[in-house]
C-alpha cells in the first residue's frame, strides 16, 4: 500500500489525494478484498466535519483578507508594539495559540490568528517561510494547550479517564516551547525595527475608513465560538463551519467591496487539494484497518524493547497523525498510554497528546504545515516543515522526558 | 476552446464516478436501516415502545422496543439492556437470546435489545468493520447487524467540539456526544442520544426497576474487561454473586464505578433512580487496536494472530490463546453471570424475587454453540 502511494505520488506526480485513493484500493486488492466500495466511501467520510470547517475557514479568511481586516491589524501591531519586540513576539506567540486552546483545532488556528498574524511578522522583516514555521509550531501547540486539548481528551477518553487535572500538565507541556520557539526562530529580525522606512509598506488603515466595522466579522466569529464554550447553556451550537460562513457573510459588508463568488472560488479552489488528501487518508486509514496493516503497526511499536519504545512513540505517534492528531491519539495513544500504567497517567497522557500533535507537521497531510505556507503565500510547503523540523524534534524530546519523569513531574502539578 | 473540452469531459467523469459510489455504496448503507426479526419465547406478554418514556423519541431512529416477560406470580423487575454499543456484539446477541428463550415464572423481566437503536444502523468510519455477521440457527442462517459504538451521524450531526455533558458539565471528545454510556441521565429534548438515555432512566424510575443491567464488550487491552462494575449500591451484590461465579470457575473482576466520571450507566442509573445497576464487560478482539484483519468471522471466533503476539507482549488483561475468545464464550458470561445475580438479589430481597428458566448455562454454549439457542 505504501509502496502503490509513493510510486503514484512520485513517479507519475498524481496529486497526492489520488495517489492515496489509487493507494488503497490497490491496498484492498491484493488484500483480497476486491474493490470494497462501502469501505472506500465510509473511510472517505472520517474527515467530513473537518473538511467542512477547512473550506468555510478558507472562505472566511479570503473575505477578512479582501475586506482590509488583516492588513490593518498587522499596521496596529506594528506601530503600537516596534519598540517592544521581546514582548512584540510574546503577545503574538499566544495570541495566535489562542484560537487553538478555545477550539482545539489546529488549523482553524492557522487560518484565522495565524493569518492575522503572518503579515505583520512578515513586514517587520522575518523572512516568510520562518513565519510559517512560527505560525505552524504556535498553532499545533495551541491546539494542545488548555483548556481543551482533543487529543488528550481522545487518550483520556480511551481508558475512561475524565478529562480533569490536565490544565498545568498541559500548560508545563506547551507555553515554553512555543514562547521559546518564536523567539529562537523571530528575535534576531525584530530586534532593530526602522519604523520610518517601515510605513510605506504597510497596508492602508482601513480602520479609518470603515471604523470598528471592519473587525465585526472576527468579533463574531470569536464569540460565537468562545460562547458555546463559556455559556453552553444559553449559545446554541452552530457548528465551526456554520459559525466561519456567518463571518464570512458579514465580512462582505464590514470592509471593502467584494465578489462573494470570486472569493468563495478562490478559497475553495486552494483548498481543494488538501480536501482531496483528507479524503485519500480516511479511505486508507480504513483500508488498513480492515487488511490488518493497522493492527501490525500498532503491535510493531508496541513490541519494541522499552527504550526503542520511546522512539518509536516520537516517531510512530506524529507519522500515525499524518492526517490529523485526532487519529493518532486514538489509534495510538491510547495503547501507549496503557503500555505505560503506573505511570501518572495525566501526564503521560499530556505528554503523548504533545507528540500526537506534531502529526499535523507530518507530510503528506501535514495540514498545519500546508496551511500556514498558503496563509505566507508559499507554495511550496516542505520549506515550511524543513524550518519545523528543529522545533519539532525538541517537542518530541519534551513529551518523552515529560513521560520519563511523568511520577517526578507529578509532585509538582 | 479545446481546454475548455477536456474541462468539461474530467468534470463529466468525475460526476458519473460519483453517482455509480453513491449508488453502490448507498444501497450497502441501506440495508443496515432494517431491523433484524427476532423470535421472542411464548413467555412475551407484551412489547413497548420506549418513546412511551420520552414523547420526544417518538417517531425518530432513537426509538426502540421494549420486551416484557410477566410471569404469573409477582415479583420483582428486570431490566436487560443490550446494544448500548451495537459494536459490541455479545452485547446484544446476549439481549436477543433471552429474548428468544426466556421463561418466567415469577416477577417481571424487561429486554431492552437495541438500546441505541440509530448506532445499529452504521459502522464507525476508519474501523473497516463488517456490516453483517451470521448465526447458523436451528431454522438456518441467521444475520445480524455489526454495528457502531455511536448514534449515526445522519440522525445527530454535527458534534460539537467539546460535548459537555449534562447536568455535570463533564468535558469529553465531541464524538462522545453520540455515546449512549455517556449521556445518562440524558435530558427530555437535549439531543437524539440525551433522549434516548432520558427515556431509559424514566423507564427504570416509571416501572419500579428492581435490578439493571447493562451489556458490553471491550477491548482485550482495555483495563475493565472481564468485569462485573457496579455503583456504591450494587456492589454487595456483585460481589457475593462474584464469589458463586468462581465455583463455577467463571473469573470476573468486580469494578468500582469511578467516582468522578459522568454519564455512565452504572453511575447515573444509581444516582437518579432507585435500582441495583450493573455493568457487565466481556472482551471482544474485533473492538481492539491491535488486532490484524477485520473479517466479520472474528466476531464469532475472537481468534486472532495479532492479539497471540500482542498476548505475548503481555499487554492484554484478559487470558489469550489459540483458542480465541468466541461469540459463544462471551455471551455464555454474561447469561452466567445475569442468572446469578439475579438469582442473589432474588435471595437477599424474596419480595422482590424473580425466577426464570430456559437460558443456557455457559457450559451449555460451550458445549452446545449459539446456534442452538436461535
Ligand atoms: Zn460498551
Given at each position: 500500500m505504501?509502496?502503490?502511494?509513493?510510486?503514484?505520488?512520485?513517479?507519475?506526480?498524481?496529486?497526492?489525494?489520488?495517489?492515496?485513493?489509487?493507494?488503497?484500493?490497490?491496498?484492498?486488492?491484493?488484500?483480497?478484498?476486491?474493490?470494497?466500495?462501502?469501505?472506500?466511501?465510509?473511510?472517505?467520510?472520517?474527515?467530513f466535519?473537518?473538511?467542512?470547517?477547512?473550506?468555510t475557514?478558507?472562505?472566511?479568511?479570503?473575505?477578512?483578507?479582501?475586506?482590509?481586516a488583516?492588513?490593518?491589524?498587522?499596521?496596529?501591531?506594528?506601530?503600537?508594539?516596534?519598540?517592544?519586540?521581546?514582548?512584540?513576539?510574546?503577545?503574538?506567540?499566544?495570541?495566535?495559540m489562542f484560537?487553538?486552546?478555545?477550539?482545539?483545532?489546529?488549523?482553524?488556528?492557522?487560518?484565522?490568528?495565524?493569518?492575522?498574524?503572518?503579515?505583520?511578522?512578515m513586514?517587520?522583516?522575518?523572512?516568510?517561510?520562518?513565519?510559517?514555521?512560527?505560525?505552524?509550531?504556535?498553532?499545533?501547540?495551541?491546539?494542545?494547550?488548555?483548556p481543551?486539548?482533543?487529543?488528550?481528551?481522545?487518550?483520556?477518553g480511551?481508558?475512561?479517564?475524565?478529562?480533569?487535572?490536565?490544565?498545568?500538565?498541559?500548560?508545563?507541556?506547551?507555553?515554553?516551547?512555543?514562547?521559546?520557539?518564536?523567539?529562537?526562530?523571530?528575535?534576531?529580525y525584530?530586534?532593530?525595527?526602522?519604523?520610518?522606512?517601515?510605513?510605506?509598506?504597510?497596508?492602508?488603515?482601513?480602520?479609518?475608513?470603515?471604523?470598528?466595522?471592519?473587525?465585526?466579522?472576527?468579533?463574531?466569529?470569536?464569540?460565537?465560538?468562545?460562547?458555546?464554550?463559556?455559556?453552553?447553556?444559553?449559545?446554541?451550537?452552530?457548528?465551526?463551519?456554520?459559525?466561519?460562513i456567518?463571518?464570512?457573510?458579514?465580512?462582505?459588508?464590514?470592509?471593502?467591496?467584494?465578489?462573494?463568488?470570486h472569493?468563495?472560488?478562490?478559497?475553495?479552489?486552494?483548498?481543494?487539494?488538501?480536501?482531496?488528501?483528507?479524503?485519500?487518508?480516511?479511505?486508507?486509514?480504513?483500508?488498513?484497518?480492515?487488511?490488518?496493516?493497522?493492527?501490525?503497526?500498532v503491535?510493531?511499536?508496541?513490541?519494541?524493547?522499552?527504550?526503542?519504545?520511546?522512539?518509536?512513540?516520537?516517531?510512530m505517534?506524529?507519522?500515525?497523525g499524518?492526517?490529523?492528531?485526532?487519529?493518532?491519539?486514538?489509534?495510538?495513544?491510547?495503547?501507549?498510554?496503557?503500555?505505560?500504567?503506573?505511570?501518572?497517567?495525566?501526564?503521560?497522557?499530556?505528554?503523548?497528546?504533545?507528540?500526537?500533535?506534531?502529526?499535523d507537521?507530518?507530510?503528506?497531510?501535514?495540514?498545519?504545515?500546508i496551511?500556514?505556507?498558503?496563509?505566507?503565500?508559499e507554495?511550496?510547503?516542505?520549506?515550511?516543515?524543513?524550518?519545523?523540523?528543529?522545533?519539532?524534534?525538541?517537542?518530541?524530546l519534551?513529551?518523552?522526558?515529560?513521560?520519563?519523569?511523568?511520577?517526578?513531574?507529578a509532585?509538582?502539578? | 476552446?479545446n481546454?475548455?473540452?477536456?474541462?468539461?469531459?474530467?468534470?463529466?467523469?468525475?460526476?458519473?464516478?460519483?453517482?455509480i459510489?453513491?449508488?453502490?455504496?448507498?444501497?450497502?448503507f441501506r440495508?443496515?436501516?432494517?431491523?433484524?426479526?427476532?423470535?421472542?419465547?411464548?413467555?412475551?406478554?407484551?412489547?413497548?415502545?420506549?418513546?412511551?418514556?420520552?414523547?420526544?423519541?417518538?417517531?425518530?431512529?432513537?426509538?426502540?422496543?421494549?420486551?416484557?416477560?410477566e410471569?404469573n406470580?409477582?415479583?420483582?423487575?428486570?431490566?436487560?439492556?443490550?446494544?448500548t454499543?451495537?459494536?459490541e456484539?455479545?452485547?446484544?446477541?446476549?439481549?436477543?437470546?433471552?429474548?428468544e428463550?426466556?421463561?418466567v415464572?415469577?416477577?417481571?423481566?424487561?429486554?431492552?435489545?437495541?438500546?441505541?437503536?440509530?448506532?445499529?444502523?452504521?459502522?464507525?468510519?476508519?474501523?473497516?468493520?463488517?456490516?453483517?455477521?451470521?448465526?447458523?440457527?436451528?431454522?438456518?442462517e441467521?444475520?445480524?447487524?455489526?454495528?457502531?459504538?455511536?448514534?449515526?451521524?445522519?440522525?445527530?450531526?454535527?458534534d460539537?467540539?467539546?460535548y459537555?455533558?449534562?447536568?455535570?458539565?463533564?468535558?469529553?471528545?465531541?464524538?462522545?456526544?453520540r455515546?449512549?454510556?455517556?449521556?445518562?441521565?440524558?435530558?427530555?429534548?437535549?439531543?437524539?442520544?440525551?433522549?434516548?438515555?432520558y427515556?431509559?432512566?424514566?423507564?427504570?424510575?416509571?416501572?419500579?426497576?428492581?435490578?439493571?443491567?447493562?451489556?458490553?464488550?471491550?477491548?482485550?487491552?482495555y483495563?475493565?474487561?472481564?468485569?462485573?462494575?457496579?455503583?456504591?449500591?450494587?456492589?454487595?451484590?456483585?460481589?457475593?454473586?462474584?464469589?458463586?461465579?468462581?465455583?463455577?470457575?467463571?473469573?470476573?473482576?468486580?469494578?468500582?464505578s469511578?467516582?468522578?466520571?459522568?454519564?455512565?450507566s452504572?453511575?447515573?442509573?444509581?444516582?437518579?433512580?432507585?435500582?441495583?445497576?450493573?455493568?457487565?464487560?466481556?472482551?471482544?478482539?474485533?473492538?481492539?487496536?491491535?488486532?490484524?484483519?477485520?473479517?466479520?468471522?472474528?466476531?464469532?471466533?475472537?481468534?486472532?494472530?495479532?492479539?497471540?503476539?500482542?498476548?505475548?507482549?503481555?499487554?492484554?488483561k484478559v487470558?489469550?490463546?489459540n483458542?480465541?475468545?468466541?461469540?459463544n464464550?462471551?455471551?455464555?458470561?454474561?447469561?452466567?453471570?445475569?442468572a446469578?445475580?439475579?438469582?442473589?438479589?432474588?435471595?437477599?430481597?424474596?419480595?422482590h424475587?424473580?425466577?426464570?428458566?430456559?437460558?443456557?448455562?455457559?457450559?451449555?454454549?460451550i458445549?452446545?454453540?449459539l446456534g442452538?439457542?436461535?
Amino acid at each position: 500500500m505504501v509502496g502503490s502511494f509513493i510510486l503514484f505520488a512520485m513517479l507519475f506526480k498524481l496529486p497526492i489525494g489520488i495517489s492515496l485513493i489509487i493507494a488503497s484500493i490497490a491496498g484492498a486488492f491484493v488484500a483480497g478484498e476486491g474493490v470494497p466500495i462501502r469501505h472506500l466511501v465510509e473511510g472517505s467520510f472520517l474527515y467530513f466535519d473537518p473538511i467542512l470547517i477547512i473550506a468555510t475557514a478558507m472562505i472566511f479568511m479570503e473575505v477578512i483578507r479582501r475586506s482590509g481586516a488583516l492588513g490593518s491589524i498587522s499596521r496596529f501591531i506594528i506601530v503600537r508594539m516596534h519598540r517592544r519586540p521581546f514582548w512584540l513576539l510574546f503577545f503574538l506567540t499566544l495570541f495566535i495559540m489562542f484560537p487553538g486552546m478555545i477550539t482545539g483545532l489546529s488549523t482553524a488556528t492557522v487560518l484565522t490568528t495565524g493569518a492575522i498574524a503572518a503579515p505583520a511578522l512578515m513586514l517587520l522583516g522575518i523572512p516568510h517561510v520562518t513565519v510559517a514555521a512560527m505560525i505552524a509550531m504556535s498553532a499545533i501547540l495551541g491546539m494542545i494547550a488548555p483548556p481543551i486539548n482533543v487529543p488528550a481528551m481522545i487518550i483520556g477518553g480511551g481508558v475512561d479517564m475524565p478529562y480533569i487535572g490536565f490544565e498545568l500538565p498541559l500548560m508545563f507541556a506547551t507555553f515554553p516551547l512555543a514562547i521559546s520557539f518564536n523567539l529562537a526562530l523571530g528575535y534576531k529580525y525584530v530586534r532593530n525595527i526602522q519604523i520610518d522606512k517601515m510605513i510605506p509598506k504597510l497596508d492602508t488603515d482601513y480602520f479609518e475608513i470603515y471604523g470598528w466595522r471592519l473587525f465585526l466579522p472576527l468579533l463574531v466569529v470569536i464569540v460565537l465560538m468562545l460562547g458555546v464554550r463559556i455559556f453552553p447553556a444559553v449559545f446554541p451550537n452552530l457548528g465551526v463551519s456554520l459559525i466561519f460562513i456567518i463571518g464570512a457573510i458579514i465580512g462582505l459588508f464590514c470592509g471593502k467591496k467584494m465578489n462573494f463568488w470570486h472569493v468563495s472560488h478562490s478559497a475553495i479552489q486552494e483548498a481543494l487539494p488538501v480536501i482531496g488528501i483528507l479524503l485519500g487518508i480516511g479511505m486508507f486509514i480504513q483500508i488498513m484497518t480492515l487488511t490488518g496493516v493497522r493492527g501490525l503497526l500498532v503491535i510493531g511499536s508496541l513490541s519494541l524493547p522499552s527504550f526503542w519504545r520511546y522512539v518509536s512513540i516520537a516517531v510512530m505517534v506524529p507519522l500515525f497523525g499524518a492526517v490529523s492528531a485526532y487519529g493518532s491519539a486514538s489509534v495510538l495513544g491510547v495503547p501507549f498510554l496503557l503500555a505505560f500504567l503506573g505511570k501518572n497517567e495525566i501526564i503521560v497522557g499530556s505528554a503523548i497528546s504533545l507528540i500526537a500533535g506534531l502529526g499535523d507537521l507530518m507530510p503528506p497531510t501535514a495540514l498545519a504545515g500546508i496551511f500556514a505556507a498558503q496563509v505566507v503565500k508559499e507554495k511550496n510547503y516542505f520549506k515550511v516543515l524543513k524550518v519545523t523540523l528543529i522545533p519539532a524534534v525538541i517537542t518530541a524530546l519534551w513529551g518523552i522526558l515529560m513521560i520519563l519523569s511523568a511520577n517526578f513531574l507529578a509532585k509538582f502539578m | 476552446m479545446n481546454q475548455y473540452k477536456t474541462h468539461l469531459m474530467v468534470g463529466i467523469i468525475s460526476i458519473a464516478a460519483a453517482v455509480i459510489l453513491i449508488i453502490v455504496a448507498g444501497k450497502q448503507f441501506r440495508q443496515m436501516h432494517h431491523d433484524e426479526p427476532l423470535f421472542p419465547s411464548q413467555f412475551l406478554t407484551r412489547t413497548i415502545p420506549l418513546s412511551e418514556f420520552n414523547k420526544n423519541l417518538q417517531d425518530t431512529p432513537g426509538d426502540a422496543t421494549i420486551y416484557c416477560f410477566e410471569g404469573n406470580e409477582p415479583g420483582g423487575n428486570v431490566l436487560i439492556v443490550g446494544g448500548t454499543h451495537p459494536n459490541e456484539a455479545a452485547g446484544f446477541i446476549t439481549a436477543y437470546l433471552i429474548i428468544e428463550n426466556l421463561r418466567v415464572q415469577q416477577g417481571t423481566v424487561y429486554v431492552l435489545p437495541r438500546a441505541n437503536h440509530s448506532a445499529f444502523t452504521h459502522n464507525d468510519p476508519q474501523e473497516g468493520h463488517p456490516q453483517f455477521f451470521t448465526i447458523v440457527g436451528k431454522t438456518g442462517e441467521r444475520r445480524f447487524r455489526y454495528g457502531s459504538r455511536n448514534t449515526n451521524q445522519v440522525d445527530q450531526w454535527p458534534d460539537p467540539e467539546i460535548y459537555l455533558h449534562f447536568p455535570s458539565n463533564q468535558k469529553l471528545a465531541g464524538n462522545e456526544t453520540r455515546n449512549l454510556n455517556r449521556a445518562y441521565p440524558g435530558k427530555i429534548n437535549g439531543t437524539l442520544t440525551e433522549r434516548v438515555a432520558y427515556a431509559i432512566v424514566n423507564f427504570i424510575n416509571t416501572e419500579h426497576i428492581d435490578l439493571a443491567f447493562d451489556l458490553h464488550e471491550a477491548a482485550p487491552e482495555y483495563p475493565v474487561v472481564n468485569a462485573i462494575v457496579s455503583a456504591g449500591r450494587s456492589q454487595e451484590l456483585a460481589s457475593e454473586a462474584n464469589i458463586e461465579l468462581q465455583f463455577e470457575d467463571l473469573y470476573y473482576s468486580i469494578e468500582p464505578s469511578p467516582y468522578n466520571f459522568h454519564g455512565l450507566s452504572h453511575r447515573e442509573w444509581a444516582d437518579f433512580t432507585g435500582t441495583y445497576p450493573i455493568l457487565l464487560e466481556t472482551a471482544n478482539p474485533m473492538q481492539g487496536r491491535l488486532r490484524g484483519k477485520s473479517a466479520a468471522s472474528l466476531i464469532m471466533t475472537g481468534l486472532d494472530p495479532m492479539y497471540l503476539k500482542a498476548a505475548k507482549l503481555g499487554v492484554l488483561k484478559v487470558p489469550y490463546d489459540n483458542a480465541g475468545i468466541p461469540l459463544n464464550l462471551r455471551v455464555g458470561r454474561h447469561v452466567a453471570a445475569i442468572a446469578k445475580i439475579v438469582d442473589v438479589f432474588s435471595r437477599n430481597y424474596p419480595e422482590h424475587a424473580i425466577i426464570v428458566s430456559g437460558l443456557p448455562t455457559h457450559d451449555d454454549l460451550i458445549t452446545l454453540g449459539l446456534g442452538r439457542y436461535f
